[in-house]
């Protein structure tokens, strides 16, 4: 039997409508709406896309953004002049750098300057720590977004043996918090770990996050577990995930697709993390 699909433009909508029902009370409540303030550095046209419908997703959910577009050239104290700006702005609840950011400037010594009350990407040291100490903060939205999927899935996460195939700061390190935090038994995997398919075919959850074009075949995976996909990887033949999509349909029990799947949650959760910031700051 072929997997069941799980769709992630369906969860995301539906996380985007509840967001834009809360954000109408607090504007109600407060007397203002959530401000969401992006910033890009250069004219990188993917990156003008992601900041384009950051903002468009801030509009439906009837959220307030401000836009700061820096020259490509520009120094590296200028920007972080321009986040401390943003960062003492009462006006302001969220605050969200599109990276990557020019070869003059460090990322993290950006992520560094951002506010971690205002951290919506949930990058800064602060939110790190708060989220490997099972303390509550800012989570980065990929993760939550890859949650949230579970939840809506009702796959029980406590006792579940998830794994993880890659350990970037951006997705598996915080996987890795959030999964235990709901009491799962995590193993995370890498290029260096020995017996990649013996060690994933353990997993309840399986988790790909590691940047490698359909690098989890049907060999990889338990019959009946659950398969997220985060892999976003542009091929001569189109976009594709880290997992096989058509192979391991054939031995999962759910599967996200690339595209449709964990993409369309980032920016949902996006939006959950500046209403939260809003409510945090009063």
């Given at each position: 039997m072929a997997a069941e699909v799980i769709d992630g433009k369906l969860v995301a909508s539906e996380v985007r409508a509840r967001v834009a029902d809360q954000v109408a009370a607090f504007t109600t409540a407060e007397g203002r709406a959530p401000t969401l303030a992006t910033v890009?550095?250069?004219?990188?046209?993917?990156?003008?896309?992601y900041v384009a419908n950051k903002h468009k997703a801030?509009?439906?959910?009837?959220?307030?953004s401000v836009h700061h577009s820096l020259p490509d050239d520009s120094p590296q104290d200028r920007l972080i002049g321009l986040i401390e700006e943003l960062g003492g702005d009462r006006s302001v609840d969220g605050i969200l750098v599109q990276l990557p950011v020019p070869e003059q400037i460090d990322p993290d010594a950006v992520t560094r300057a951002i506010d971690p009350a205002k951290d919506v990407d949930g990058l800064t040291p602060t939110s790190v720590g708060l989220l490997a100490s099972g303390r509550p903060g800012l989570v980065p939205?990929?993760?939550?977004?890859?949650?949230e999927l579970l939840d809506h899935q009702r796959v029980e996460l406590e006792g579940a043996e998830a794994v993880i195939v890659g350990r970037s700061n951006l997705v598996g390190r915080p996987l890795v918090s959030l999964l235990l935090e709901r009491n799962a038994t995590v193993t995370v995997c890498h290029?260096?770990?020995?017996?990649?398919?013996?060690v994933c075919s353990r997993a309840d959850v399986?988790?790909?996050?590691?940047?490698?074009?359909?690098?989890?075949?049907?060999?990889?995976?338990?019959?009946?577990?659950t398969v997220i996909d985060v892999g976003m990887n542009r091929?001569?033949?189109?976009?594709?995930?880290d997992v096989d999509f058509?192979?391991?349909?054939?031995?999962a029990a759910a599967i996200t697709p690339v595209p449709g799947g964990v993409g369309p949650m980032t920016i949902a959760m996006l939006m959950v993390n500046?209403?939260?910031a809003a409510r945090a700051g009063g």
């Amino acid at each position: 039997m072929a997997a069941e699909v799980i769709d992630g433009k369906l969860v995301a909508s539906e996380v985007r409508a509840r967001v834009a029902d809360q954000v109408a009370a607090f504007t109600t409540a407060e007397g203002r709406a959530p401000t969401l303030a992006t910033v890009l550095v250069g004219a990188d046209p993917a990156s003008e896309i992601y900041v384009a419908n950051k903002h468009k997703a801030c509009e439906e959910a009837g959220m307030r953004s401000v836009h700061h577009s820096l020259p490509d050239d520009s120094p590296q104290d200028r920007l972080i002049g321009l986040i401390e700006e943003l960062g003492g702005d009462r006006s302001v609840d969220g605050i969200l750098v599109q990276l990557p950011v020019p070869e003059q400037i460090d990322p993290d010594a950006v992520t560094r300057a951002i506010d971690p009350a205002k951290d919506v990407d949930g990058l800064t040291p602060t939110s790190v720590g708060l989220l490997a100490s099972g303390r509550p903060g800012l989570v980065p939205c990929t993760p939550a977004g890859v949650i949230e999927l579970l939840d809506h899935q009702r796959v029980e996460l406590e006792g579940a043996e998830a794994v993880i195939v890659g350990r970037s700061n951006l997705v598996g390190r915080p996987l890795v918090s959030l999964l235990l935090e709901r009491n799962a038994t995590v193993t995370v995997c890498h290029s260096r770990t020995r017996d990649l398919d013996r060690v994933c075919s353990r997993a309840d959850v399986l988790i790909a996050a590691v940047g490698v074009p359909e690098l989890i075949g049907a060999g990889h995976v338990k019959p009946g577990a659950t398969v997220i996909d985060v892999g976003m990887n542009r091929t001569a033949d189109g976009l594709k995930g880290d997992v096989d999509f058509a192979a391991v349909s054939e031995v999962a029990a759910a599967i996200t697709p690339v595209p449709g799947g964990v993409g369309p949650m980032t920016i949902a959760m996006l939006m959950v993390n500046t209403l939260t910031a809003a409510r945090a700051g009063g």
